[in-house]
T-cell receptor, first 115, second 112 residues
Framework: DGGITQSPKYLFRKEGQNVTLSCEQN?????MYWYRQDPGQGLRLIYY???????QKGDIAEGYSVSREKKESFPLTVTSAQKNPTAFYLC??????????????FGSGTRLTVV | GDSVTQMEGPVTLSEEACLTI???????????LFWYVQYPGEGLQLLLK?????DKGSNKGFEATYRKETTSFHLEKGSVQVSDSAVYFC???????????FGAGTRLAVHP
């Protein structure tokens, strides 16, 4: 079955270290997105990419970086510049011409904890 | 800019009670509207959607009607179950930008 795979499910990082969260989809979707979720604050958009080798900043991009070298993959790096990285991170994807009918498909998330 | 406002939670109900979670939106043009559900420790799942005014989305006993005159998309269910306990997100997709904009989420807790 097609879907989005995020790994790992739980991740622990020491302060000052960079860490990369994986997101892979086999839905043949064009667009991919990264969201951050904090308790009681809903979802905030970090970065998004509508085509390979192109991506745009979302609302809270500072301290994060992404790449989109393959259509299937959209990894997110949380850098040491991110002051409060402990959160639940969600990856999503969509087919650009069917978003109004189908919305986005989400992965199961990665919970990052800074120790 | 476009935005979504949901009623604050948590909403606590007894099993078989009626549910309404209010959602209103601000948008230019004619957005598509969605409800997503998030069970503990999981990602978001699409629950239902509506793409134009007066459309009614429905799934698993939940319903919501796209009301353009009141800019609302309230989620309703006639009889909730313990298994409905989750966080519910209202969202809109702006036609001009194709980015989903989410409300803050409403936590629902259903007790036996």
């Amino acid at each position: 079955d097609g879907g989005i795979t995020q790994s790992p499910k739980y991740l622990f990082r020491k302060e000052g270290q960079n860490v990369t969260l994986s997101c892979e989809q086999n839905l043949n979707h064009d667009a991919m997105y990264w969201y951050r979720q904090d308790p009681g604050q809903g979802l905030r958009l970090i970065y998004y990419s509508q085509i390979v080798n192109d991506f745009q900043k979302g609302d809270i991009a500072e301290g994060y970086s992404v790449s989109r070298e393959k259509k299937e993959s959209f990894p997110l790096t949380v850098t040491s510049a991110q002051k409060n990285p402990t959160a639940f991170y969600l990856c999503a994807s969509s087919r650009r011409d069917r978003e109004k009918e189908h919305g986005y498909t989400f992965g199961s998330g990665t919970r990052l904890t800074v120790v | 800019g476009d935005s979504v406002t949901q009623m604050e939670g948590p909403v606590t109900l007894s099993e078989e009670a009626c549910l309404t979670i209010n959602c209103t939106y601000t948008a230019t043009g004619y957005p598509s509207l969605f409800w997503y559900v998030q069970y503990p420790g999981e990602g978001l799942q699409l629950l239902l959607k509506a793409t134009k005014a007066d459309d009614k989305g429905s799934n698993k006993g939940f319903e919501a009607t796209y009301r353009k005159e009141t800019t609302s998309f309230h989620l309703e269910k006639g009889s909730v179950q313990v298994s409905d306990s989750a966080v519910y997100f209202c969202a809109l997709l702006s036609g001009g930008y194709n980015k989903l904009i989410f409300g803050a989420g409403t936590r629902l807790a259903v007790h036996p």
